[in-house]
């Protein structure tokens, strides 16, 4: 078992930067892949960057370019760096982790991020 807790959140403009951050603790197994889902209002949830131990990490294409990703291992925590932020990237996103797949097992509470035009 892993608990992920995030943080981060907030409300920004268009154009603006936010970092998420997501501190694991429990099983170190259990957070071989991490990453973000995000989930609109109205819309499922959708997968936004996902990355491995080994730093492996993959984007959906609407964010590409504009959001990375990044882990510290040692801390066991994953960071969610979003620049140029556009009103649709308003959602919450919810921290995962799972020991093989993105197909997360493990989820946190969920932080709500807001951009206004």
């Known amino acids: 078992q892993v608990q992920l807790v995030e943080s981060g959140g907030g409300l920004v403009q268009a154009g603006g930067s936010l970092r998420l951050s997501c501190a694991a603790s429990?099983?170190?197994?259990?957070?071989?892949?991490m990453g973000w889902y995000r989930q609109a209002p109205g819309k499922q949830r959708e997968l936004v960057a996902t990355i491995t131990r080994g730093g492996s990490s993959n984007y959906a294409d609407s964010v590409k370019g504009r959001f990375t990703i990044s882990r510290d291992n040692a801390k066991d925590t994953v960071y969610l760096q979003m620049n140029s932020l556009k009103p649709e990237d308003t959602a919450i996103y919810y921290c995962g982790a799972d020991p093989w797949s993105t197909d997360f097992r493990s989820w946190g509470q969920g932080t709500q991020v807001t951009v206004s035009s």
């Open positions: 429990g099983s170190i197994f259990s957070t071989n892949v």
